[in-house]
């Protein structure tokens, strides 16, 4: 999938272009409004005249949300769903890799709980093991898009509109739609 965020000076501008890329048909999976992160009060909120305007354009509504919440532009967020995902995988291999490595060594390293209690005391290290492993896995993962997500958090500071876009894989925007409204920058974060 492709994302695209797209920084705009207003959220009138942003739910505009969001109505026009649907309108153009183009396949949108996602699409996020994420509000500035500064306390301007200008420009925040549509008028009811432009309310107006947009609910005749699209019934489609973009709810605005804080940057910390979406997963492509906070890479706390990725690194936990990575842990998560390692976790789900290292933990029973843990488990299993130190009940076997307890019965195949011959060690007598925790004889002292007997014969049923040291392959246990060993797949509980071994799961320790696969939770600290998931932990220093997402540790170890930068994003190869970094600079572009501490650029986009910068611009979100400043007080500028995000437009997160998500495309199926190997469909572009319409790019004519999208520089119709000026926008200050349009990033391409991902291509999965």
């Excluded at 029973?92 to 007598?108: A, H, S």
Aim: net charge positive.
């Amino acid at each position: 999938m492709s994302i695209c965020v797209v920084v705009l000076n207003e959220r009138t501008a942003a739910d505009q272009l969001n109505a026009q890329l649907r309108e153009a048909g183009t396949p949108l999976v996602s699409s996020q409004l994420v509000r500035p992160a500064t306390n301007k009060t200008e420009n925040t909120e549509p008028s009811t005249k432009e309310a107006d305007k947009k609910s005749t354009a699209t019934s489609i509504d973009l709810q605005p949300v804080e940057i910390n919440t979406v997963e492509i532009l906070t890479p706390k967020l990725a690194r936990q769903k990575h842990q998560r995902i390692m976790a789900f995988w290292l933990l029973p291999f843990g488990l299993v890799g130190g009940v076997l490595t307890t019965k195949i060594t011959g060690l007598d390293t925790f004889a002292r709980f007997g014969t049923v209690g040291e392959p246990l005391v060993g797949g509980l290290v071994g799961l320790i093991s696969g939770w600290i492993g998931s932990y220093a896995s997402a540790a170890s993962v930068n994003p190869e898009n970094a600079e572009d997500v501490r650029l986009m958090r910068k611009r979100n500071q400043e007080g500028r509109w995000l437009l997160v876009l998500e495309t199926p894989m190997g469909i572009d925007l319409n790019w004519k739609v999208v520089q119709q409204f000026k926008p200050i920058a349009v990033t391409r974060l991902s291509d999965l």
